[in-house]
RNA sequence: GGUCCCGUCGUCUAGGGGUCUAGGACGCCGGCCUCUCAAGCCGGAAACGGCGGUUCAAAUCCGCUCGGGACUGCCA
């Protein structure tokens, strides 16, 4: 049997990093066994859903790599990848319980049902313990899935093992609201049929819901699934990760400059490992060692700072012509406008000297905005504190002497000049770069000083040495 | 409250009775390299929640306990 798997997000939100990594798991799956990935949207919630949200659930599973199988999910044996599209279908399915006597029409309102929760929340029994089917059946209203009794649901998760509920610890459950629309668990257990999806593998907490989906299924005919429940993600202090953790929108990684690869990468250590070892690996090599049955079953807490060190592995790893282009929206960002084919030829020249140095994309363009802005802000620059003002001005003028003198404006004939100078002044050049660093840069961290200068060319690098010079015969405090 | 799930360094994990004085990675600390910052290299601190049991032997199996989490909707 081929496998098929989905992913089913619902489109009340952006796709957040947990249903990232559940899709991720998922395509794993398939792509390893050969099997199918399809896409499903459960917008059932008519109410919350938006097309806005349902775009960059697409957006973001395309760009992170998950390809779906189109013509299975996607306009397939039904057409659509939508659950509002099949509304019929499911409302279909809810009346063949009902004639089965598998389910019944309920015309409670959930406020006539709170007396019955209260009663079973004071018994120390489940809240839903009372809500049974009414000794005189309603025609109208939702519809309620009746539980038989005194059964036990036990299935074999590939991930938690051999997990069982009681019937009598579950309710019946709404599966059609009352305006016709199905709940959930109907669309979803409808849809894994029609679609034949062998596996299902999914957040950890949709485990409370399985029993219920088993049940559904059975009365409904289908085979079942297997199941595999998935560990939750986390923030940093243990909650279930959420917006007050930082960003939870994959989109936002893509946008902050991360690279798709990085975060497939990170995703996937989430839960499991390749060899537990091996930190860094391909999607091929995932592909190989992938089984759902070796993801861990506790839950895993995201870490941004691991995210932003493995994505500056695969920024380093990148080709240069690659970085570049990548790059250059940033460095445009930085700097506050468009770049002419003049000045980005100068980020070119110390281009992998900052591809080095960046983890995340956006901190390119920090690097050298000195490059392109024409002011430079003394006031808010950081001298060298260990320097007096006398020595500064020393470096500065002699720097400016020596390299207005100088006709060969290469980064080794810079070095060359500017290290001789320093040793004839008899300053040490950790110390003597610094003020040069300040001045023609604005500031103490800059990429290296000689290919810096190479870029900005001589004559904007002797502008600067002059309006440094100025500042400090002004009289103004270097710190 | 009820049901279910989970418990190895701060974090992600390896480990599945002896090869564990518990391995790798991020982060952290120290050092080297060095024009600053990175990168790189070397080194370091850092964990089997607790208690019982099974066994010659337990991080690994069992029980209890403690802790954490999810669910408990006519949301998904």
Known sequence: MTVRVRVAPSPTGYLHVGNARAALFNWLFARRNDGQFILRVDDTDQERSTPEFEADILESLRWLGLDWDEGVGVGGPHGTYRQSDRLDRYREAAQALVEAGAAYHDDRSPEDLEPLRQKAQEERLHPGHYIRRPETPATAGAIRMEIPQGESVVFDDLVRGTVSFESRDLDDYVILRSDGTPTYHLASTVDDIDYSITHVARGEDLLPSTPKHILLTRALGGPEPIYAHLPLLFGPDGKKLSKRHGETALSHYRDAGYLPDAVFNYLALLGWSIDGETTIFSRQDAIRAFDLTDVSSNPAVFDPDKLAWLNGEYVRAMDAADFRAAVKPHVEAAVGRTLDADEWGSFETVSDLIQERTRLLPEAGDQVVFLFADIIDYEEASWDKVMTKDGVAGILESAQTLLTALDNWSAEAIETGLRGM???????????????????????????????????????????????????????PLT
Do not use: C, H, N, Y
């Open 422 to 476: 320093l040793e004839e002044m008899g300053v040490g050049a950790g110390k003597g770069l610094q003020p040069l660093r300040v001045a023609v840069t604005g500031s103490s961290v800059s990429p290296p000083l000689f290919e810096s200068l190479t870029a900005l060319g001589k004559e904007r690098t002797l502008d600067r040495l002059a309006r440094a010079r100025a500042r400090i015969d002004g009289g103004e």
